[in-house]
Each structure stands twice: as C-alpha cells, then as structure tokens.
C-alpha cells in the first residue's frame, strides 16, 4: 500500500482550489453560434494561473473566438472547515 499523499491533496494544501469553469466561444464554421465548455481543474484563486494559462493557449491555437468565461471557485481545505466538538460521540 503506497503511504504517499496524492498530488491533488498536496496541491489543496498549497491553497489550490477546485475550479469550475465555463467558456462560451464562438463556432469557427457558424460565428452566430455560442457552444460551451465546462470543466474543473485546480487552480489559485484569484490570479487563476492554471486558468490563464490554458486560456492563452485557447487563444494561441483554438479557432473558436471566445465570448466570455464563468468562474466558480472553492477552497476545499480551510480553517472553516475544523470546528470544535463538545462532548462525547459514542458509536455502539
């Protein structure tokens, strides 16, 4: 049994986050045309390195000319998430 953390949790600890991102573009044959691309990834909020990445190589080397990009963000690992218990849980 490997002991080693996976790469997405020591990733949550360096303060990534899961992302969800939504990118409408324009069809390259049919420009009147809107299509969607969903995905998640981990990435830093707010200066989205991962997210600004791909997105220039979107721009670089994708025809589809983009119209905008949804962003929804979450810490999954935070000091929000411990809270204190008091008393006692007795599982039978």
Known sequence: MDSQAS?????QLAGYGLTTVEIH????????FLQLFAF???DVAPRFPVLKGFLDYWTREIEGPLHSVRIAHNHLIGPQEWRAVDGIISIH
């Open 7 to 11: 790469g997405y949790f020591l990733r």
């Open 25 to 32: 573009y324009f069809l390259p044959d049919h420009p009147r």
């Open 40 to 42: 998640q990834q981990y």
